[in-house]
Every structure is written in structure tokens, then in C-alpha cells.
């Protein structure tokens, strides 16, 4: 029976897994943190709100007994809000979570991390498909992939730092569609211009 902490357990992404863990009977205990209120009806989500202290963080891996944690809390859409509120997100709460999850004392054996394809870049001469060994064709330009490229350097640190945690790293690519209504689903709503010679 698995006891899993989500953070972000207000986000589009947070709020749904708690939902489809909660159906999973190999699903002992579930408990969310985050700074907001879920927006999504839960029913056995424990909710706490907490920001970014690692020692209240590690109390609550500690007193909840969890031993899978999934980070779901990366921004990666720069029209979500200030880039440095980005910054503090994606680099500075992933420091003070794995601080959090640091050491032996604590249960917690699987981490899951939620990253972006951004990791990768996109330059005119990259493949149309990555694969895990191919390293980035440039350094990172972009406040985002800046911010992306740190928070996996900080997980990597932590895996080589904590054995016994199974680190999992998913790279989403940004999604396009309908919900939610990101940058690149706002400039394919731009009106198209058409040039006559």
C-alpha cells in the first residue's frame, strides 16, 4: 500500500491525480500540499497548505509516513504569471522539497517529478524526436528552460546524494488545445495574415 504526497495539489495537474489516485485501492494515503485551496473535489486528499519550508515539508513526509512523492508544481508557460514566480516554483521550491526529502530517516523511496520537454530546447537543426542520451544542441536562453534545466541539475544532485530513492523525471511537452489556454494556444488564435504579390 503506497502513501503519497502530491505538491501543486491546486494545479490542473495535481488536482486530477489526487482524483485518479484516490480510485487506486492500492492507494493507502494521500495528502496534498500547496499555497491555494484545491479546485478539484477530493475525498480521502488530506490537504495542507504549506509553501516552500523543507523543515515543515520533512514533519509532514515524517508524521504521514509517505514514501512515494510526486512534484507536479513546474511552470513552464510564461504567461502563468511573473517569471520570477516562476523562478521561485520551479528552482527554489524543488530545492526546498528535495531538502525536504534528503536522508534516510524519512520513508520516502520513489520521487516523481514533473519537468518540461523545454529541458531539450528547440533550435532550427534539433531532431523531431529527443532521446534521453541526447544532450541540449545549446545552453538554455530562456528564463523557463533556465529554470527547468536547474531543477534537474538540483534532482540529479539529490539521486546521487540519496540512493535509495528511485528518482523519475517526465518531460511534458506544452500542451495545445482548448483547456488551459497557454502561450502557444494564444498565438495560434492570432488572426492569420495574408501577403498577395
Known amino acids: ?3 503519497i504526497l502530491i505538491t501543486g495539489l491546486s494545479s490542473r495537474w495535481g488536482g486530477p ?17 500547496d499555497t491555494e485551496d484545491p479546485r478539484h473535489e477530493l475525498q480521502r486528499t488530506e490537504f495542507v497548505r504549506v509553501d516552500a519550508q523543507p523543515a515543515l515539508i520533512r514533519r509532514i513526509l515524517a508524521a504521514a509516513a509517505i514514501d512515494t512523492v510526486v512534484d507536479t508544481r513546474i511552470i513552464t508557460d510564461p504567461l502563468a ?6 523562478h521561485q516554483v520551479n528552482v527554489e521550491a524543488t530545492a526546498a522539497l528535495l531538502e525536504a526529502c534528503s536522508g534516510t530517516d524519512l520513508r520516502v523511496r520513489r520521487l516523481i ?13 534539433d531532431p523531431g524526436f529527443f532521446t534521453e542520451e541526447q544532450p541540449r544542441s545549446r545552453p538554455a536562453r530562456t528564463a523557463i528552460e533556465r529554470d527547468v534545466h536547474d531543477a534537474e541539475e538540483a534532482l540529479g544532485a ?40
Open 17 to 33: 491525480l489526487a482524483q485518479a489516485l484516490e480510485r487506486d485501492r492500492g492507494v493507502e494515503a494521500i495528502v496534498g500540499i
Open 113 to 125: 517529478f514533473k519537468s518540461s520537454a523545454q529541458w531539450y530546447g528547440s533550435e532550427p537543426g
Open 81 to 86: 504569471g511573473p517569471l520570477a514566480r516562476a
Open 158 to 197: 539529490f539521486s546521487a546524494t540519496n540512493p535509495h530513492v528511485t528518482v523519475t523525471v517526465l518531460r511534458f511537452a506544452t500542451e495545445i488545445g482548448s483547456e488551459p489556454r497557454g502561450s502557444q494556444a494564444a498565438l495560434l488564435s492570432l488572426p492569420v495574415a495574408v501577403f498577395h504579390r
Open 1 to 3: 500500500m503506497s502513501r
